[in-house]
């Protein structure tokens, strides 16, 4: 199956004097950020293609975690369309979920115990205490940070004695039990991971996460589970192929709206189409490895 793809370089690039900018086609974080991606309705929508595969998958926003009982305080790191706050919030009436986001997130309607802030991660001072929270959320964010691992250390500092912490990304790259894989993939990938190195941004956080909230030595437990999401349906775990489905229809929206900056790296259109044609193709058996990793906070940590 090719994938129909329409023109997605931008005409107008970040001034910086605003929450977003503008090109012919869509809207961008202006605000200080190497976050590469779409800030609009259509963005929303991708991640929550995403999200609902994901819950769908494992049965449940907690994604295999043991989550405490009743938990007081919840924080997301990076909200998105706000989906995932808000029906923990539904979910967990006594508790008080705060879920952040470089952007503001605004729904129509939204339970009275879940709040909404603007954090820019990366610029801003860090606003939550130290053993604040019961339940720490962050999905599919480090990817596009700079020294993700300064994130990670405050939201482990920021975890409860006892709290549960749940980091989870991709391992940015494509690959296939058919080798090698089409020459379009590390086409593409050569210049996106390029991008982001020289904003000092691993592209390939995935694998990272575990270790480092191991090296902390304040968890008494860390769990980690490795999903080859299939950029197709041919496995026979038909949970898997749905969330491989929606990655898939995410990651080539992502691609195929990728930010100006990219384009003055070498990427073309042509790349981005060979791509996203490769990605769909059925007969490629692509996949990618996303980390879901969950840790359990020492009842008291020195």
Same mark, same amino acid.
């Given at each position: 199956?090719? %994938? %129909? ?204 996460? %575990? ?92």
């Amino acid at each position: 199956m090719a %994938a %129909a793809v329409e023109s997605a370089q931008p005409s107008t690039l970040p001034n910086g004097n605003g929450s977003t900018t503008a090109n012919e086609h869509r809207k961008y974080h202006a605000a200080e950020t190497p976050y590469s991606l779409p800030n609009d309705e259509d963005e929303w929508e991708r991640l929550d293609v995403q999200h609902y595969g994901i819950k769908a998958y494992f049965g449940g926003n907690n994604v295999g975690a043991d989550w405490p009982e009743n938990p007081r305080r919840i924080l997301e790191i990076g909200a998105g369309s706000g989906a995932w706050a808000m029906e923990v919030a539904y979910q967990f009436p006594n508790a008080e979920v705060i879920a952040i986001d470089i952007s503001d997130v605004k729904p129509d309607r939204k339970p009275e115990n879940c709040t909404f802030k603007v954090v820019n991660v990366v610029k801003d001072p860090w606003p939550f205490a130290k053993d604040e929270f019961d339940i720490v959320h962050c999905r599919f964010v480090t990817v596009h940070l700079p020294n993700f691992k300064e994130l990670l250390d405050k939201a482990i500092d920021s975890t409860a004695p006892g709290g549960i912490l749940m980091f989870e990304d991709i391992d940015c790259d494509f690959v296939s039990d058919l080798m090698p894989v089409p020459a379009a993939i590390p086409n593409f990938f050569d210049i996106y991971r390029t991008f982001f190195a020289s904003v000092n941004v691993d592209a390939r956080p995935g694998p990272k996460l %575990a270790p480092h909230i191991m090296a902390s030595k304040k968890f008494s437990e860390t769990h980690e589970y490795v999903m080859p999401a299939p950029m197709g349906a041919w496995t026979r775990d038909q949970k898997l192929n749905n969330v491989g489905l929606a990655m898939r229809k995410g990651l080539v929206g992502a691609g195929q709206s990728q930010h100006g900056k990219l384009y003055k790296f070498g990427m073309t259109q042509e790349i981005v189409d060979e791509w996203a044609k490769a990605v769909c193709t059925p007969e490629n058996k692509l996949y990618m490895d996303i980390y879901f990793v969950w840790a359990k906070k020492k009842a008291s940590v020195v």
